[in-house]
């Protein structure tokens, strides 16, 4: 079965510095890769998305993402945090390729951002 | 860019009661649409899957009787929670899968719904 585990329940960081945050999937086939953010009292928004290719992937607002097949890891990052990317974040997984496919979520990591 | 919106935003009910929620995509057809709850502080546990025109996949655990899907329209999905208990007090959240220029899963505001 499919799982996705984010290790990092919750995350303090002063503005400017550095953002890395953990994602690892279980799943043995094809997957399509996503990042997802929860702005307090706001719906979740796609940061970034990886389906094939690069496997360095570069989002919005700053963000990216690097997907290593070998460590089945999709970890999110970003140079130097803003108060403003204070949040919920979720890491998601999709098993094949279809556009209608189910997500499979982490359990998502708060970040606090100290300004 | 794709909307989805979901109404109510909020509800209180009274246990017994049922409740219904609906989920629309506003500038895009769906043929798929997904239906998730979300406990404080938690992640999305995806409920069910909504096909336009058939029969709702509901994941394993979740009452199929209790929580009731329709899927009538390419723009319009409802979850209808069935004489609601306070245990069902919950934020849901559908999402609508488009394509073409709408490709991908788009997130409605969520429900928060509060059962007395």
């Known amino acids: 079965a499919q799982s996705v585990s984010q290790h990092n329940h919750h995350v303090i960081l002063s503005e400017a510095a550095s953002l890395e945050l953990g994602c690892n999937y279980s799943?043995?086939?094809?997957?399509?890769l996503f990042w997802y953010v929860q702005y307090p009292g706001q719906h979740l928004q796609l940061l970034l998305k990886?389906?094939?290719?690069?496997?360095l992937v570069k989002g919005i607002k700053g963000f990216e993402a690097e997907f290593i097949k070998s460590k089945f890891s999709f970890n999110l990052r970003k140079p130097s945090v803003q108060w403003s990317d204070t949040a919920e974040y979720f890491c998601?997984?999709?098993?094949?390729?279809?556009?209608?496919?189910?997500?499979?979520f982490g359990q998502g990591t708060t970040l606090q951002v100290k300004p | 860019g794709a909307v989805v919106s979901q109404h109510p935003s909020w509800v209180i009910c009274k246990s017994g009661t049922s409740v219904k929620i609906e989920c629309r995509s506003l500038?895009?057809?769906?043929?798929?649409m997904f239906w998730y709850r979300q406990f404080p502080k938690q992640s999305l546990m995806l409920m069910a899957t909504?096909?336009?025109?058939?029969?709702?996949?509901?994941e394993q655990g979740v009452e199929k009787d209790k929580f009731l899907i329709n899927h009538a329209s390419l723009t319009l999905s409802t979850l209808t929670v069935t004489s609601a208990h306070p245990e069902d007090s919950s934020f849901y959240i559908c999402?609508?899968?488009?394509?073409?220029?709408?490709?991908?899963?788009?997130f409605g505001p969520g429900t928060r719904l509060t059962v007395l």
């Open positions: 998601a997984v999709k098993g094949g390729s279809s556009n209608t496919g189910k997500l499979i």
């Open positions: 909504s096909n336009e025109g058939s029969k709702a996949t509901y």
């Open positions: 990886y389906f094939s290719g690069d496997p």
């Open positions: 999402s609508a899968a488009g394509t073409g220029v709408a490709s991908g899963q788009f």
């Open positions: 799943y043995g086939g094809t997957v399509n």
């Open positions: 500038d895009f057809q769906a043929t798929t």
